[in-house]
């Protein structure tokens, strides 16, 4: 190899040295991004950085003492959050207002440690210096399992307030996989104020199907299948507007709605005995007994029948997106979840969704489906048969 080769090599060589410290380099400071948010001027970073760092899935954001109006002012760009900033300066809360804010956006003045919440009221906390609120506040307002993303010395940090063991949940009809009504809820006394109000004020009652046919809560959501028609006129003509809706448990904000079609008094009853005067009353008054039992929330997961006659779907709790269908498993009645394990009672084809007017559901030929809850696939079913409610009375029973 001649002089020039091997000098030309050694010029290629020491490049591509520094190219691998130029690239570690470059690694070691995204990994370092990744973990943690850091800045010399705080207004310089984006509202949705912060959002994406924290976790946030919806629901009431409060920015404390922004120090520019950068974060303060740019509108939310997510449909299911409600932004507040609290800010000291009334020149800075001016500007803020004369910005680009829109209804879910709101600035208001703030210039003490006590923060203007309720308990467990706020689902993402963004505190610009560590030392304007204390951490028992922050827990305070704090909803379980919401964050708080605290900037201590110019870098971010994450806190997450953890689930009281006081509070339960209500994942099924009746409580729990055990279908026993009673609550473990040790926190739960005579009300002393209201927590939040959401609409409508009203709804359909006594002489006529209830604007509400289920209702259950998990890892701090509210989930309710809910008819939005107009609820003072009972006619023929009016349509049905079932909606499965999301709320935040403790603030009560709309997360996410997914329409129910195929679903209402003209799937379970007969629409021919509207003409009859004698069991007209009856139809409206009465609906099956099962919905309550086709709604089932389990951690991350929203377990539903999204239609009358309609298979079982598998939704992110958080979206309401459907993350997939159960195969085979139309005409469900009823969805039991204990320890991953979903419980299915389903009618057999020959044993249709029973459409008379009825006080009871009448006893009917099906089966019982096991399948995993977190793939849909199935475990095991039994023989069909006449089938009563089902309940889990331990994990291990249906193993």
């Known amino acids: 190899m001649s002089y020039g080769e091997k000098m030309l090599l050694n010029r290629v060589n020491g490049k591509c040295q520094i190219m ?3 690239l570690l380099s470059a690694i070691v400071t995204l990994l370092v991004f990744t973990n943690c948010v850091k800045c010399k001027d705080q207004s310089s970073i984006e509202f949705t950085d912060i959002i994406k760092q924290s976790g946030f899935e919806g629901g009431l954001i409060v920015n404390v003492n922004s120090t520019g109006t950068e974060l303060t002012a740019k509108p939310s760009e997510n449909n299911n959050a409600i932004v507040q900033s609290l800010l000291p300066d009334p020149e800075k809360i001016d500007a803020a207002r004369n910005a680009n804010l829109n209804g879910r956006v ?3 003045g ?3 440690q006590v923060l203007p919440y309720a308990d467990n009221m706020v689902n993402l906390l963004i505190v610009h210096n560590e030392k304007d609120i204390s ?4 827990d305070r307002v704090l909803a379980p399992l919401s964050t708080a993303m605290i900037n201590k010395n110019g870098q971010w940090t994450k806190h997450t307030k953890p689930w009281p063991k006081e509070i339960d949940e209500w994942t099924h009809h009746l409580h729990g996989p055990d279908n026993i009504s009673v609550a473990k809820d040790t926190i739960v006394a005579p009300p002393k104020y209201m927590q939040w109000v959401c609409g409508p004020m009203y709804a359909r009652s006594h002489e006529i199907n209830s604007s509400l046919s289920a209702m259950v809560t998990a890892a701090g959501k509210l989930f309710y299948v809910w008819d939005e028609e107009v609820i003072g006129l009972v006619d023929k003509r009016m349509p049905d507007a079932w909606t499965l809706i999301a709320r935040d448990a403790f603030n009560g904000a709309l997360l996410w709605k997914k329409p129910i ?3 209402g008094w003209r ?6 005995m509207w003409e009859d ?5 009856k139809m409206l008054r009465y609906a099956p ?10 951690k991350d997961k929203l377990y539903v029948t999204l239609g009358y006659e309609a298979p079982v779907s598998i939704l992110d709790a958080a979206t309401g997106k459907v993350l997939s269908e159960i195969p085979n498993t139309k005409n469900t009645d009823e969805i039991i979840c204990d320890d991953d394990i979903l419980l299915l009672r389903i009618r057999t084809a020959d044993s249709p969704p029973e459409k008379k007017v009825w006080l009871t559901m009448p006893p009917q030929s099906g089966y019982i489906l096991a399948v995993n809850a977190k793939d849909g696939k199935t475990l095991w079913q039994s023989k069909a048969e006449t089938v009563s409610p089902i309940f889990a009375p331990t994990s291990t029973h249906f193993k």
């Open 277 to 281: 005067g004698r069991v007209y009353a």
């Open 289 to 298: 007994p099962t919905l309550g039992r086709r709604l089932v929330a389990n």
């Open 110 to 112: 703030h210039d003490g």
């Open 261 to 263: 079609p195929d679903y």
């Open 106 to 108: 709101t600035v208001t």
């Open 135 to 138: 951490i028992k506040e922050i």
């Open 267 to 272: 799937k379970w009853h007969d629409e021919s």
């Open 20 to 22: 691998k410290k130029v």
